[in-house]
């Protein structure tokens, strides 16, 4: 088992930056693909960043090329989402997830199922 445990959630104007973490602990051999989901009241879950263990493969959502960054430090079995810019759009609940496979670190993967999930933070962003 797998427990992710995220923090740096809270409140911004548009054009704000926040730091969102996530930490893995237990079975952390089975979070060789780690990221970020949001979900907004009343739409689907969306992937919006993935990153592979070995830093090779990365996926972002269309809407969050260019301002959000997903980073990973393996030491610390932490990741990182840094977002810039940021939009009133870009209000959710956002979830880090893990999965075994580093594979599933694509767009593909990231419509798919992930086995370990976070509690959730919030974001806001006001306009």
Not at 79 to 102: E, F, R, W
Request: charged share 15%.
């Amino acid at each position: 088992q797998v427990q992710l445990v995220e923090s740096g959630g809270g409140s911004v104007p548009a054009g704000g930056s926040l730091r969102l973490s996530c930490a893995a602990s237990g079975d952390t051999y089975d979070t060789a693909c780690m990221g970020w989901f949001r979900q907004a009241p009343g739409q689907e879950r969306e992937g919006v960043a993935l990153i592979s263990r070995s830093r090779e493969l990365t996926y972002y959502a269309d809407s969050v090329k260019g301002r959000f960054t997903v980073s990973r430090d393996n030491a610390a079995n932490t990741v990182y989402l840094q977002m810039n810019s940021l939009k009133p759009g870009d209000t959710a609940t956002y979830y880090c997830a893990a999965h075994p496979y580093y594979l599933q670190c694509t767009a593909a993967g990231a419509q798919g199922h992930f086995d370990y999930w976070g509690q959730g933070t919030q974001v806001t962003v006001s306009s």
